[in-house]
């Protein structure tokens, strides 16, 4: 993770030259805080990369005797047979598209992405996949 770290801080230290020459020749303010905001969070995923990196070591991909088998092993549990993700990118559509026809309807597609993300999180928690 370290050489995505540097990569980020890379990008950081290009929007923060960047958006000082775009704000002293241009004088324009919605550039300028975008080149700013951007940098700013290239500087925050370069700096949580970069903790990440001294906390953990480095990864086998990162090591040059790293081996593909070094990577084995269980990245997680990912439900193969959810139903979940269908009413929660429906519910999060149907909010966004709230903000171009009213925003009724961004508070109702709120309601049911909140509805769809607590069945999403607490399906194994309840029914017929609950364990014990």
């Not at 002293?24 to 080149?35: D, F, I, M, N, P």
């Not at 139903?83 to 109702?108: D, I, K, R, Y």
Request: hydrophobic share 50%.
């Amino acid at each position: 993770m370290k050489v995505e770290g540097l990569i980020f801080a890379v990008f950081a230290a290009f929007f923060a030259v960047v958006a000082a020459a775009y704000g002293l020749l241009s004088h324009e303010v919605v550039g300028t805080t975008a080149l700013v905001l951007s940098g700013g969070l290239a500087l925050a995923i370069g700096f949580y990369l970069l903790r990440l990196s001294s906390r953990f070591g480095p990864r086998p991909e990162d090591r040059l005797d790293g081996e593909i088998s070094d990577q084995a092993g269980e990245y997680g549990f990912y439900s193969p047979h959810s139903w979940w993700p269908l009413p929660t990118a429906f519910s999060a559509a149907l909010m966004c598209s709230g903000f171009a026809f009213g925003w009724w309807l961004t508070v109702l597609g709120l309601f049911l992405l909140l509805a769809s993300a607590v069945g999403f999180v607490f399906e194994y928690y309840r029914g017929y996949h609950a364990e014990g």
